[in-house]
């Protein structure tokens, strides 16, 4: 089973249009959220990331994402896109476990966003 | 800003044949991890080392192995190639000291006929 889940696989907007994109994990305890985008052809660069504290995160290009711990969420969000947000969004976690934690990220299945100029 | 350095960039092997893949992480960086993202796929964790050592595996054919030398740069090799490897590998590096972000090289894809 999918430990971390992104629900929307490809989503179409047109500019100006508001974005939210949804990721569930299932892992309890500690766990670090990552959000990753990859245009095409390129490598995967951080949006934005939650370690702790205030649960809603901003990010680099407008995105910010909440942090809700009763519901194992971390969705991003875009009050606006453009058209050169069209790429590929991955969630990762990185979890915590009794013997430690060694960085690894598990990512999500990964959103494809297609903006419509 | 110096980034995550992967060559080659691309690579076309047969099968059964062999390929060494090379990541050479941000200066200062200890630790360096191994991922694998076939075609329309989220990346999977393979394997990762810290301060030269095996910190973690993940779903790592037996036909790899990787080991990260003194220079913390890494090299992961993969033996007997199938068709099912052909996919994009990246690798990324992090600092201890500086936090748990992983910053990701841009890729070696590496396609098996």
């Known amino acids: 089973a999918q430990s971390v889940s992104q629900h929307n696989h490809h989503v179409i907007l047109s500019e100006a249009a508001s974005l939210e994109l949804g990721c569930n994990y299932s892992?309890?305890?500690?766990?670090?959220l990552f959000w990753y985008v990859q245009y095409p052809g390129q490598h995967l660069q951080l949006l934005l990331k939650?370690?702790?504290?205030?649960?809603l995160v901003k990010g680099i290009k407008g995105f910010e994402a909440e942090f809700i711990k009763s519901k194992f969420s971390f969705n991003l969000r875009k009050p606006s896109v453009q058209w050169s947000d069209t790429a590929e969004y991955f969630c990762?976690?990185?979890?915590?476990?009794?013997?430690?934690?060694?960085?690894?990220?598990?990512f999500g299945q990964g959103t494809t966003l297609q903006v419509k100029p | 800003a110096a980034g995550v350095i992967q060559s080659p960039r691309h690579l076309i092997k047969e099968k059964r044949e062999t390929a060494t893949l090379k990541c050479y992480p941000i200066p200062r960086h200890d630790t360096v991890y191994w991922y694998q993202q076939g075609p329309g796929q989220d990346p999977q964790f393979l394997i990762s080392?810290?301060?030269?050592?095996?910190?973690d595996k993940g779903s790592i054919p037996d036909r790899f192995s990787a080991q990260q030398f003194s220079d913390y740069h890494s090299e992961l090799n993969m033996s007997s190639l199938e068709l099912g490897d052909s996919a994009l590998y990246f690798c990324?590096?992090?600092?201890?000291?500086?936090?748990?972000?992983?910053?990701f090289g841009p890729g070696t894809r590496l396609t098996v006929t």
């Open positions: 939650y370690f702790s504290g205030d649960p």
């Open positions: 080392f810290y301060e030269k050592m095996q910190s």
């Open positions: 892992y309890g305890g500690t766990v670090n």
């Open positions: 990324a590096s992090k600092s201890l000291a500086g936090g748990n972000e992983q910053y």
């Open positions: 990762a976690v990185n979890r915590y476990k009794l013997s430690g934690n060694t960085g690894k990220l598990i």
